[in-house]
């Protein structure tokens, strides 16, 4: 596992998982953005890089992959602004996220190669499941790399112990059956999930899909080791700026952290 | 269930060779594996096949007929001196006009085994979509078709009978607006109301078991073809040919001729403004392999791995991927693939209506000139099925339109 990724969890607080999709609205910006987030309290970024059929992704992740590749965004663009991040920054853990097809055209090998090059500690690909996701994590593995699991509702008792055991660095409970940013103003405890998974896994389990409000980062810190938001930061970034992006990650990032 | 089922491939990861498999995200992968245990015990169950059966006989109409096509023979031979006999497997007389609704009470009928009443499905065409709200509709469930914004405008008719067999039809925008959109749509539906939705997937792609599932549907077309020309000539024919979109229709007539390595498979894929213009759907002609929508298999896309548009006159056809155990029997060269542009789809399905007095779809009017071209190449003794997989009338508008003509409801004529 990444020693990054390991320090994060070690500080013993729970940790503020920020997403945005790479390349939003253009490199620069997003750039700009990304150097940004440690600064706003953000513990590990997860850097969306595009794809045409965002399968598990709600409109606004959707539409936000549709201006990055619009703006020329590609995988290997996704690993230099990595790169570019980490001339300043040694310690925050970056995780690409998003879908097999760019990485298997690039290659598994190429990609982990690459990857490890540019400073990214893990990965998180939505439509590679337990069942096929073996040959990226040999090559990932190789490197030092956390290819990160999600588990889901639908994970059931039998499946969990399966889809934990192969995940490395943390594993990521996706707290609701449903696209990235619906609109399930879920409340509730997810203290049971978050146990069930931990027990299972012996990781630290973050949880997203769904979070908006400081309010629920909140309650979800409260059981959870980290808290993962996307979707309201690439809204806020899109419909309001850099500036009100960034505040919102500040404030999720705060309660985050002092919620126990 | 000897009639539809095949032990051999794909393998228990789904797998056709390197193709095929189950990319989706885990949230569906529980019910993936719940529809593969429940599919594995209906389809050796004699109470599930008899009841597929009797649907199929008397609400289907089938067998379908194979059918001499005496007058396009006829036209082959004029061009050329002799000509293979070219037959047609008449898929396009079942009930909603498609080959489409042999697969949709299959799979409704197991919907129904495993107690969802919710049926969600993705058109292109409309036929599935038309095909799924049907049997919806008979088995009293409620259905949901997802439709890209295009297709919705180029195929009318369909939206509308949809919508008269109760279905709800939800304009699909994200996208290129057309079939793997509504196919996007449709798998975040599911991923969203996984507890009492079935996914009723077209063709025979998606993660497994749906390639599988969907071709064991399907074969009875090749079954019944195989006995039918057995009957007819005494013998097998030499080829059969079919379109392919996601290459179900394909798959079901190819599936029970595999073993006999006589007969020749021939996909016939959909070229548009020809492979060279980049304007097209011919996924293995012109695609790599990639992962899409639950599987490995040929995709039309850039060096970066993103997916690129397909184009076709043809909905159905409108596709940039293709079936995995196509992908497959392609690699392993037992089948071939080849293309057919709009302009030669639309020029056959002329030729087609004045000689046979048939109106094929679209999709089967692209597989008419390749029959051709082989029936001249192979001579008189040969004899070729090629599956007329559909019926034109959904298409009547887009033809008009292709050809000039206006006939729009209120003008005269
Ligand atoms: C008549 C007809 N043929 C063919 C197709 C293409 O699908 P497949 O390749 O799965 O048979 C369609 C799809 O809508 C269709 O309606």
Redesign the interface.
């Known amino acids: 596992m990444s020693t990054r990724i390991q320090t994060v969890f070690a500080k013993g607080r729970p940790a503020f998982v920020a997403y945005i999709m790479g390349g939003d609205p253009d490199a620069l910006t997003s750039q700009r953005i990304m150097n940004a987030l440690p600064g706003a309290g953000v513990d590990i970024i997860e850097l969306g890089f595009p794809f045409t059929d965002p399968m598990a992704d709600g409109p606004v992740i959707e539409e936000a992959g549709i201006r990055s590749r619009k703006a020329g965004t590609t995988l290997a663009s996704i690993l230099d602004m990595a790169r570019t991040f980490r001339r300043d920054d040694d310690t925050t853990p970056i995780i690409v996220m998003g879908y097999a097809n760019p990485v298997y055209q690039m290659g598994y090998a190429a990609f982990s190669e690459r990857a490890a090059e540019a400073g990214i500690d893990g990965a998180i690909i939505v439509d590679l499941p337990p069942e096929e996701d073996g040959p990226l994590r040999a090559e990932m593995d190789a490197r030092g790399l956390s290819l990160i699991r999600l588990a889901t509702p639908t994970t059931d008792a039998e499946r969990l112990p399966k889809v934990v055991s192969g995940s490395s660095g943390f594993v990521y409970y996706v707290s609701m059956t449903g696209v990235t940013g619906a609109a399930l103003a879920q409340g509730g405890s997810v203290a049971e999930q978050v146990t069930r998974v931990r027990d299972a896994a012996h990781l630290p389990v973050v949880v997203g899909f769904g979070v908006k409000t400081t309010e629920r980062a909140s309650q979800i810190a409260k059981e959870a080791d980290g808290v993962v938001v996307g979707t309201a930061i690439v809204k806020a970034l899109h419909e309001d700026g850099e500036e009100a992006a960034l505040d919102l990650v500040r404030a999720l990032a705060d309660a985050t952290h002092t919620a126990r | 269930m000897d009639r539809v089922t095949n032990k051999s491939w794909p393998d228990e ?1 789904g797998r056709f060779g390197e193709y095929g ?11 993936i594996l719940s529809l593969e245990a429940a599919y594995e015990e209906a389809k050796v169950d004699p109470a599930f096949i008899a009841e597929l059966d009797d649907f199929l006989t008397h609400y289907v109409g089938r067998p379908s007929p194979l059918y001499f096509a005496e007058r396009l023979t006829e036209h082959a031979a004029k061009e050329n001196g002799s000509a293979a006999k070219i037959y047609f497997k008449r898929d396009e007389l079942n009930h909603t006009g498609a080959h489409k609704i042999n697969n949709c009470i299959g799979q409704l009928l197991l919907a129904k085994r495993m107690g969802k009443k919710r049926i969600i499905a993705e058109t292109g065409a409309g036929q599935h979509g038309v095909a799924t709200a049907t049997v919806a509709a008979r088995l009293g469930m409620e259905c949901i078709v997802y439709m890209g914004a295009v297709d919705i405008v180029r195929q009318k008719p369909n939206v509308f009978r949809m919508r008269l067999l109760g279905a709800e039809v939800r304009a699909v925008h ?2 290129t607006a057309t079939l ?2 509504a196919m ?1 749509e449709a ?2 539906d599911w ?5 009492d939705t079935f996914y009723c997937i077209g063709t025979v792609a998606g993660p497994h078991p749906y390639p599988a599932m969907v071709r064991d549907f399907q074969a009875v077309i090749g079954h019944e073809a195989k006995a039918q020309i057995l009957d007819r000539e005494g013998r097998l024919p030499d080829a059969v040919v079919a379109c392919i979109g996601g290459g179900s229709n394909a798959m079901g007539l190819f599936h029970a001729f595999v073993p006999d390595t006589s007969v020749r498979l021939i996909g016939v894929e959909a070229a548009g403004r020809g492979v060279k213009s980049g304007l097209h759907a011919a996924s293995l002609t012109g695609g790599k392999p ?5 599987n ?1 298999t040929y ?1 039309l ?1 850039d ?5 690129a548009d397909a184009h076709s006159i043809s909905a159905g056809l409108d596709y940039p991927g293709i079936g995995p155990e196509h992908a497959w029997l392609h690699d392993t060269g037992r089948a071939e693939y080849v293309s057919a542009t709009d302009d030669e789809a639309l020029e056959h399905f002329q030729l087609c209506a004045k000689l046979e007095g048939i109106l094929p779809a679209l999709e089967p009017s692209h597989a008419i000139p390749r029959t051709l071209d082989l029936a001249k190449d192979l001579g008189s003794d040969a004899i070729i099925i090629m599956n007329m997989c559909g019926r034109g009338d959904k298409d009547v508008f887009t033809i008009a339109d292709a050809l000039g003509e206006n006939i729009a409801a209120g003008t005269d004529g």
Not at chain 2, 21 to 31: D, I, K, Q, S
Not at chain 2, 290 to 294: E, Q, R, S, T, Y
Not at chain 2, 303 to 307: D, H
Request: hydrophobic residues 30%; proline residues 5%.
């Open positions: 990861r498999g189950r990319f989706v995200a885990e949230t569906l992968m529980p019910p994200s996208g793997k959109d996007n798998l975040r991923v969203t109301n996984v507890d990639g992962i899409l929508h639950g490995r995709l896309q060096e970066n791995g993103q997916i």
